[in-house]
């Protein structure tokens, strides 16, 4: 356990231009994708975070070799015959996508494999994935619907399934057993998720049929390996957007940043609260948008955020809950249950900002948050109940907060921006031990 930092707000304005770790999601992928295409796939940038070092460490226990130079990792696919033939465990730490994702990867492969995290991993459901994947024929045994999650590897038949969840990872998980199993796959979801699998899949040399609200792939097809750069990871850039809005006088240039827009929802909630964030070069490399971002401090007001909004800012909503503290007015959050699943339950985390000033109140699905206007937030302390996204987003409440916020349990921001509070502190804040 490291010590509880204190975050408070700097003197000036934050200010400065910096890259961002890549992106997780793809990372993801790409090493999971890498696995089982033909051939050496190269990441470019693949970020150092826990998350994806679980994912690494997953597809070489399933016999893919991964060599690392110099941030760049070179990974020996195995083609279709990826996975071992004996009984494989496989620590997915505290990543949801690993365990989800790497289900749906192994249910086509020979061996038997047992996957299973940390406690907040294991709390959170899985047989949103485990029901598709019998519907395919798959022997998938849960803990009572949780992790360790078993699944014992055969021949799979495609599926047309409509998912109750617009999931990213249950939409990847059942189009990856798709990938090796015989005749078509169809996922529909209710809202569309996160598209990068989609996207690498045609990359990767793929055959893949995306219509609004659904995507079919055919099964037995063989991937190519290929280079992969991946861009900087947009969510976390999320938390230095609202810092740089929220502290006055800062001018912040992010570089290199993913946006694929099924990920950029905040950034139309943040324009619509006021906010002013350009971006330049906007380019696609290996199938994905990316550009620079420049943000520029501002005043923001109130706003809906609608359930229909809810998935292409899931992950930002948290931060998005600080923008709403400052900003002048009501800003309403709906159809965001999802949120009580996540690595905590963050709806339950972000009540740790009502000692702080801000008066919120939660709902099953979403918040009510009242803003201060732009005056600054009481000091305080909280626990991140080990949750990454919570102790970024209440870091950046720190820069606004008289005093500073403390943050109990800093080290869990490793999980997907190690470096975050260096980086705070490069950009002028003030970030102390205590
Ligand atoms: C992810 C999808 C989302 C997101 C998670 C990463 C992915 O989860 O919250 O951080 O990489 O597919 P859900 O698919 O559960 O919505």
Not at 134 to 163: I, Q, Y
Request: neutral net charge; proline residues 6%.
């Amino acid at each position: 356990m490291s010590r509880p930092v204190r975050v408070a707000p700097p003197r000036a304005g934050l200010s400065g231009g910096l890259d961002l770790p890549g992106d997780k999601s793809i990372a993801h992928r790409a090493l999971l994708l890498g696995a089982l295409a033909e051939g050496t796939t190269v990441v470019r940038g693949v970020p150092g975070g826990a998350d994806v070092q679980a994912t690494r460490a997953a597809v070489q226990r399933l016999g893919a070799h991964v060599r690392e130079e110099e941030g760049t990792l070179h990974i020996e696919g195995q083609g279709a015959g990826l996975g071992v033939a004996d009984r494989v465990a496989i620590d997915c730490a505290n990543s949801g996508t690993t365990m989800r994702l790497g289900a749906g990867l192994v249910a086509g492969g020979p061996g038997t494999v047992v996957l299973d995290g940390d406690a907040s991993l294991r709390r959170r459901p899985m047989e949103r994935v485990a029901e598709p994947l019998r519907a395919m024929h798959a022997v998938v045994e849960t803990t009572a619907g949780r992790a360790p999650v078993t699944v014992r590897g055969g021949s799979l038949l495609g599926v047309d399934w409509r998912s109750p969840v617009a999931s990213a990872q249950v939409k990847s998980a059942i189009l990856f057993a798709g990938l090796r199993a015989r005749g078509t796959t169809t996922v529909r979801e209710p809202l569309p998720s996160r598209d990068h699998t989609e996207r690498l899949l045609a990359y990767l040399g793929a055959r893949i049929e995306c219509r609004p609200g659904m995507v079919t792939v055919a099964g037995g097809q063989r991937l190519r390996a290929a280079a992969i750069p991946l861009p900087g990871d947009v969510s976390s850039a999320a938390f230095l957007v609202v810092a740089g809005l929220l502290v006055p006088g800062s001018t912040l240039r992010l570089r290199d940043v993913g946006l694929n827009p099924t990920r950029t929802g905040f950034l139309a909630i943040l324009r619509r609260m006021g906010a002013s964030v350009d971006v330049i070069d906007p380019h696609d490399a290996a199938g994905e948008p990316r550009g620079e971002l420049h943000v520029r401090a501002a005043t923001l007001h109130g706003t809906t955020i609608t359930p229909e909004e809810v998935p292409a800012a899931i992950d930002e909503l948290p931060i998005l809950a600080v923008a709403a503290a400052l900003a002048e007015g009501e800003t309403v959050l709906r159809g965001a249950s999802e949120l009580r699943v996540k690595e905590s339950d963050r709806i339950a985390a972000l009540e740790q900002l009502r000692p702080l000033g801000v008066t919120l109140q939660t709902t099953p699905d979403g918040f009510v948050i009242r803003g201060t206007g732009g005056r600054r937030l009481r000091g305080g302390r909280i626990d991140a109940g080990g949750d990454h996204r919570v102790a970024m987003a209440f870091a950046v409440a720190g820069l606004v907060a008289d005093g500073g916020v403390e943050i109990r349990d800093p080290e869990c921001v490793d999980v997907s921006f190690p470096g975050f509070f260096t980086r705070l502190v490069e950009l002028g804040a003030e970030v102390t031990p205590r």
